[in-house]
């Protein structure tokens, strides 16, 4: 795909409207060219989207659940039928590399919709307790505000589980990424959704994302970003008190226990390098710390160097988003983030493409806990090192964080593995590797959000619970 990509209008109540608030051009991180050009909403817009989800309300949520889970199924049909287009879309506007672009921004919400569908259909929205009937009902308006590092699954784990549970969506991408949200639209209008279920407003957040988490006809704002934004859009959606689903930072630590053999060691330490990078070290969840026994440091420096030197920026690890966040990234490999920390691999030295927002894969050793790479969300490529004397210092070291999103535990004992993994105050842990789950709940402790996402607990989430007596 090399032409320029041209979205002129907006998708409001199933109709293809012209935006009023100017144009915005889109860049590709990886060549620093224009990639696409997007109408944004003005408020008129925005009003718009909002009265067309609340007029389809009623009528979407009084749909039979096999009517939704039969919608949910085309849209994963015509998804998979584009995902080629949608892939090379996410390439150009994101910067992920084709083979990363297709398995993990399109496949992987690909298996959440079809996970979510089968949720559905065994969802028990009518229950019974004592002399009550426990009904669970759609919440009403969700606004979507989503960020831009997964343009397509950070969108389809907000809209899907909404739709299915049957309320109405009016979505604001995020401002870097817009052009997948655009595809997105046209998919779920030829999956054949009702006119207003589905509504698409782009735009700057303070403009758009501001007036929806105000706006007194939407029920729900569900957010995917920092925890600062996250903070303020709590703040403005409590002037009317209105439901809030944040999924936030993350600090996510890989704890190796003291009882792992060498070829455990291995493989915990290249996953964890490999989760670090994923996606240029721009995800949430990322193993950032890796937290080991002390007596193993300089074994562990060793293999995570040597795991690090397999990322080759523009090969097999892409671009960051922007020249802004690079910088931003780039500010960690200074002495006072660091703060004495052991350069074991990356830094400021390394060949980095002559175009592109680069970063060398980078891995500290020996860091203070209190540093600021050892604290602060990077949203890079750079790992961090601890170390811990026992099991007990490294379950606290994992825990001394704001945050709680993901998380990792190695141990040789599964039983012992497990014990730890619950002792971890964070939402998600895979232990020795285990797989990502498109069913299981997705979300934080601590400042890493409110509510969850996916599947089951993420229908449940916008819906409310009735009591009815009789």
Known sequence: MTEMIREPALYIDGKWVPGGGGDAE???PTTEEIAGVVTRASGAEVEQAVSAARA????????????????????????????ERFAEIITREHGSPPSLARKLHVDVPLAVIAETATALEQFEFTSELGNSIIVREPVGVVAAITPWNL??????????????????VVLKPAELTPLTAFELARAISDAGAPAGVFNLVSGRGRDVGDRLTRHPDVDQVSFTGSTQVGRQVAAAAAE?????????????????????????????VKITVAN???????????????????????QVEELAAAAASKYIPGERMGPLISSGQRREVLAFLEADATGGALLVAGGLD??????????????????????????????????????????????????????????????GDYEHGLEVARRIRTGQVDLNGGAFNPRAPFGG???????REIGDYGIADVLEIKAVQR
């Open 240 to 268: 009317t008190i209105k439901r809030v689903t944040l999924e936030l930072g993350g600090k996510s630590a890989s704890v190796v226990l003291s009882d792992v053999d060498d070829d455990l060691l291995a493989k915990a």
């Open 445 to 451: 402790y601590k400042q890493s959000g409110i509510g």
């Open 56 to 83: 389809a309300f009623d009528g979407w949520a009084s749909t039979a659940v096999e009517e939704r889970v039969a919608f949910l199924r085309r849209l994963h049909e015509v998804i998979l039928d584009r995902a």
């Open 276 to 298: 670090c990078y994923l996606n240029a070290g721009q995800t949430c969840t990322a193993l950032s710390r890796l937290i080991v026994p002390a007596n193993r440091i300089e």
């Open 151 to 168: 343009p397509l699954h950070q969108v389809i784990v907000k809209i899907v589980p909404a739709l299915a549970a049957g309320a109405t």
């Open 26 to 28: 889109v860049e590709d």
């Open 350 to 411: 390394g060949a980095l493409p002559e175009r592109g927002y680069y970063v060398m894969p980078t891995v500290f050793s020996r860091a203070d806990p209190g540093s600021r790479i050892a604290q602060e969300e990077i949203f890079g490529p750079i790992l961090t090192i601890l170390s811990a004397d026992d099991d007990d210092a490294a379950v606290e070291l994992a825990n001394d964080s704001i945050y709680g999103l993901g998380g990792a535990v190695w141990s």
